[in-house]
């Protein structure tokens, strides 16, 4: 019913940027709070950062004051600007969109994760 699809990763140096795009289509009634996660080989997917319809934000100690999360809701479209980037920012970076969708008789909330993008932070 809902269908994210992630842009803008890439291969980018240690200092470097980049920015992540998201858009959630399908049948929406209303998107809710969006986000980015990450996870690398062997390692549990983590948060990123996440940001409500309202536009209040939160970021992973690891991530602030580099990496910023801004949305259009009228898109229902998050992005990700990622500045200052290091080795270890390197993972597969999803979307996430907790999405109410009709299901012809109830209003329901779900999870929707995108595919993926992959971000490698390498000289």
């Known amino acids: 019913q809902v269908q994210l699809v992630e842009s803008g990763g890439g291969l980018v140096q240690p200092g470097g940027s980049l920015r992540l795009s998201c858009a959630a289509s399908?049948?929406?009634?209303?998107?809710?709070?969006m986000g980015w996660y990450r996870q690398a080989p062997g390692k549990q997917r983590e948060l990123v950062s996440t940001?409500?319809?309202?536009?209040?934000?939160n970021y992973a100690d690891s991530v602030k004051g580099r990496f910023t999360i801004s949305r259009d809701n009228a898109k229902n479209t998050v992005y990700l600007r990622m500045n200052s980037l290091k080795p270890e920012d390197t993972a597969v970076y999803y979307c996430?969109?907790?999405?109410?969708?009709?299901?012809?008789?109830?209003?329901?909330?779900?999870?929707?994760w995108g595919q993926g993008t992959q971000v490698t932070v390498s000289s």
């Open positions: 996430n969109a907790d999405v109410t969708v009709y299901t012809g008789r109830y209003y329901e909330d779900y999870d929707y």
């Open positions: 940001i409500t319809s309202g536009g209040s934000t």
């Open positions: 399908g049948s929406i009634v209303r998107t809710r709070a």
